[in-house]
T-cell receptor, first 112, second 118 residues
Framework: DAKTTQPTSMDCAEGRAANLPCNHSTISGNEYVYWYRQIHSQGPQYIIHGLKNNETNEMASLIITEDRKSSTLILPHATLRDTAVYYCIVKVQGGSQGNLIFGKGTKLSVKP | DAGVTQSPTHLIKTRGQQVTLRCSPKSGHDTVSWYQQALGQGPQFIFQYYEEEERQRGNFPDRFSGHQFPNYSSELNVNALLLGDSALYLC?????????????????FGAGTRLSVL
């Protein structure tokens, strides 16, 4: 079973920030938080990952609480093309622990 | 730089048949993982190949087998197909060799092969 809990769905207005929460209260000290998204009928797309510090890249920002029990993915200016299912995954970063355990994710709908 | 490529994109088979799906990893990647995604569900891990050997396996029967070639490309074979094997099959590649804790082991996915079993 997935180690994360996410809302089933969320709506966001185009041009506004989308904030997607994720609860991972049982995360271990050596587990990273990864975010992927899957646009309809395509393969999952890597977005960002982090261990304990906040991270930012060209796609999004990842805010991890100090106790690491939850995190928020922020899409600063959502567009219609950001409509997708967003998956939050916790995983040890090691080659021998290779698999990603996907839950049901959050279906984000960006509306005009 | 080509990303992860999978072939074919779509496939239709009948029950009892065998199928082979193919995956070419992203340039510079040495590890390939396979996932099955049923309609409306998240991807489920099948197995991972590294150095031409199966390194880790999910909860899938022996009908699912794989192979990795010296050029790091990989095949997924499914024997005795069942109706329930109808799904999107995803390949992901990653690298164990990148320095630092950043990009190492990030899995990048292909577009998948849509398998329909009739």
């Amino acid at each position: 079973d997935a180690k994360t809990t996410q809302p089933t769905s969320m709506d966001c207005a185009e041009g506004r920030a989308a904030n997607l929460p994720c609860n991972h209260s049982t995360i271990s000290g050596n587990e990273y938080v990864y975010w992927y998204r899957q646009i309809h009928s395509q393969g999952p797309q890597y977005i960002i990952h982090g261990l304990k510090n906040n991270e930012t890249n060209e796609m999004a920002s990842l805010i991890i609480t100090e106790d690491r029990k939850s995190s928020t993915l922020i899409l600063p200016h959502a567009t219609l093309r950001d409509t997708a299912v967003y998956y939050c995954i916790v995983k040890v970063q090691g080659g021998s622990q290779g698999n990603l355990i996907f839950g049901k994710g959050t279906k984000l709908s960006v509306k005009p | 730089d080509a990303g992860v490529t999978q072939s074919p994109t779509h496939l239709i088979k009948t029950r009892g048949q065998q199928v082979t799906l193919r995956c070419s990893p992203k340039s510079g990647h040495d590890t390939v993982s396979w996932y099955q995604q049923a309609l409306g569900q998240g991807p489920q891990f099948i197995f991972q190949y590294y150095e031409e050997e199966e390194r880790q396996r999910g909860n899938f029967p022996d009908r699912f087998s794989g192979h990795q070639f010296p050029n790091y490309s990989s095949e997924l074979n499914v024997n005795a197909l069942l109706l329930g094997d109808s799904a999107l099959y995803l390949c992901a590649s990653s690298s164990t060799g990148l320095a630092g804790g950043g990009a190492r082991n990030i899995q990048y996915f292909g577009a998948g092969t849509r398998l329909s079993v009739l």
